[in-house]
């Protein structure tokens, strides 16, 4: 009788451990909407503006072009202001300039604040003048961001636990992805490969209910058609494949010298810092003006150039001068310092490379003419892979902003290879690039987050295929003073790990570090459970 009692009493205790981590993660998925409605409602807002100032600078150089002599000046001077008060505004908040992922980075490895109200006020305004004037920057970038502000007003409203708060602000970046380009995929897969980094249950679920919610939102008010409205594309034969292969080699290359020529043109402004921000901002939108009324394609992030190039609108001729005008204008546009992505920008480039291999192939081998539209729509995704090194959200990303499922196989292949030859060619990643960049500014001008050594935070990671974990013994990570390795789950198991305890592919380790060792501990998971490519 006592042994059956003990054995009801441990089946009721697992029976309600279970139950409160249901209870727990419901109650999880909750806060992830709450973050995702936040991210969606101003992800809208900030597309709806967007979309009005590239009406407003369409109109003013339609008008300033019937203007003889001197109205190629209309647009450099409007938009020289409309820079300035942009540059004015980020100086309030330097963590809004560039992108802003690289910063929501850096708030997930607790190396920087995030002062939601001001992120999201000046982000927005600052955002929507730089891109409405001209510069070559995308919405998507200042929308992860303010969604990770987003995120972070739930947390604080709602969870007490730092490691929740941190999830909640992932899943709000994400949730801002999905509603700038109605991809509520590519936003989950976002925060799983390039922000956290796990496949935590608890950021799978949250990721999954914030960009579902978001994408909701999204599709509500502007309709639920994909970001980029293209002509049903013609199938794509296996005798392609060579030529796909010559574009994963194109774009693998320029993709690095994307990265390195935006950190060479960050660098030069950082040469400039006895120009006030403002200043800087309005000479490059007025350069940007200046540009535009000869080449108006080339403004703003680039939606319509990229929807003419997946119409095959663009000839190939004009391709190479569109290309150059329009990378060389990113660089500019990013290194001004005012709020704004390179997402949308590097898709362009993507697909104006993709039209090109299309095109020319098309005049080499009678049988591959008509393609440029399926090539441009490959050459977007392998672009962004060569880039962001994140293939998984590129591959699903260009899938759901276009709306095309049946080139899998050469969408594959393309993204394989433009993968292969960057990280052959040895660049970093444009986000962590970026982010090393930030973080040594912040230390530099002693504006980053203060540890604060009484607060104890959770971090998870997993053993990745090939990585030096694999096999290895736990009192062989070498993980740095004062972290405790707390469970090994190891599919639907959970691992008190032991000494000699040998981890496995696939393991999910939870660590317990104190939040001022965090940085420390984040760099020696990420040595031992990542495979090393490059090896």
């Not at 001077?77 to 008060?85: E, K, R, S």
């Not at 910063?103 to 604040?113: G, T």
């Not at 690095?256 to 810092?273: C, I, M, P, W, Y």
């Not at 190479?320 to 660089?331: E, G, I, N, Q, Y």
């Amino acid at each position: 009788m006592r042994d059956e009692a003990l054995l009801l009493k441990k089946h009721s205790i697992h029976d309600s451990l279970l139950l409160s981590r249901y209870d727990y993660f419901l109650r999880f998925l909750l806060k992830g909407a709450l973050a995702g409605a936040g991210a969606g409602v101003v992800g809208v807002a900030f597309r709806l503006v967007l979309t009005e100032g590239d009406l407003w600078r369409n109109e003013l150089l339609t008008w300033a072009r019937g203007i003889p002599g001197w109205g190629w000046l209309v647009l450099p001077c409007l938009g020289g202001l409309a820079g300035a008060l942009a540059g004015w505004l980020t100086s309030f908040a330097p963590e809004t300039a560039g992108s802003g992922i690289p910063h929501v980075e850096a708030v997930l490895i607790n190396q920087r604040k995030l002062i939601w109200w001001r992120v999201i006020l000046v982000k927005f305004i600052a955002g929507a003048l730089a891109i409405g004037a001209g510069l070559s920057l995308g919405r998507e970038g200042p929308t992860v961001q303010m969604g990770a502000a987003a995120g972070q007003v739930v947390s604080k409203s709602l969870s007490r636990s730092k490691t929740e708060q941190l999830h909640l602000i992932a899943c709000g970046a994400g949730a801002g992805l999905a509603a700038a380009f109605n991809a509520p995929l590519a936003g989950v897969v976002f925060v799983l490969e390039e922000l956290r980094r796990n496949f935590s249950p608890y950021v799978l679920g949250g990721a999954l209910a914030a960009s579902v919610t978001a994408d909701l939102i999204s599709q509500r008010i502007l309709g639920p058609l994909p970001t980029f409205r293209i002509k049903e594309l013609l199938p794509l034969p296996l005798t392609t494949l060579p030529a796909f292969l010559v574009l994963g080699i194109l774009t693998g290359i320029l993709g690095v010298a994307f990265n390195r020529t935006l950190q060479g043109s960050l660098e030069l402004a950082d040469r400039l810092k006895g120009l006030p921000r403002w200043l800087r901002a309005s000479l490059a939108v007025s350069l940007a003006g200046v540009l535009g009324y000869f080449l108006p394609r080339v403004l703003g992030g680039g939606h319509q150039l990229a929807e003419d190039v997946l119409w095959g609108r663009v000839q190939v001729g004009i391709i190479p001068l569109l290309f150059a005008v329009k990378f060389l204008l990113t660089m500019l546009s990013y290194s001004a310092g005012v709020p704004g992505g390179i997402f949308l920008p590097l898709l362009v480039l993507g697909a104006l490379l993709g039209s090109f291999v299309g095109q020319v192939s098309g005049l080499l081998v009678p049988g591959f003419q008509g393609l440029g539209p399926s090539f441009a729509v490959i050459g977007m995704a392998a672009y962004f892979v060569a880039i962001v090194r994140s293939p998984l959200t590129g591959i699903v990303l260009i899938i759901e902003m276009t709306g095309n499922y049946q080139h899998i196989l050469p969408l594959l292949f393309t993204c394989m290879i433009a993968f292969i030859v960057a990280e052959a060619l040895g660049c970093l990643p444009v986000y962590e690039m970026l982010l090393e960049r930030d973080l040594a500014r912040a230390k530099s001008e002693g504006i980053s987050k203060p540890s604060i050594k009484d607060k104890m935070l959770i971090v998870e990671a997993v053993v990745e295929s090939g990585a030096s974990a694999c096999g290895c013994r736990v009192k062989d990570l070498a993980l740095p003073v004062d972290c405790l390795l707390v469970t090994i789950r190891r599919g639907a198991r959970e691992i008190i790990p032991r000494g000699n305890t040998r981890l496995l592919e696939g393991d999910h380790l939870t660590v317990i570090v104190p939040e001022n060792r965090a940085a420390a501990l984040n760099e020696a998971l990420a040595k031992v459970t990542r495979c090393n490519l490059k090896v």
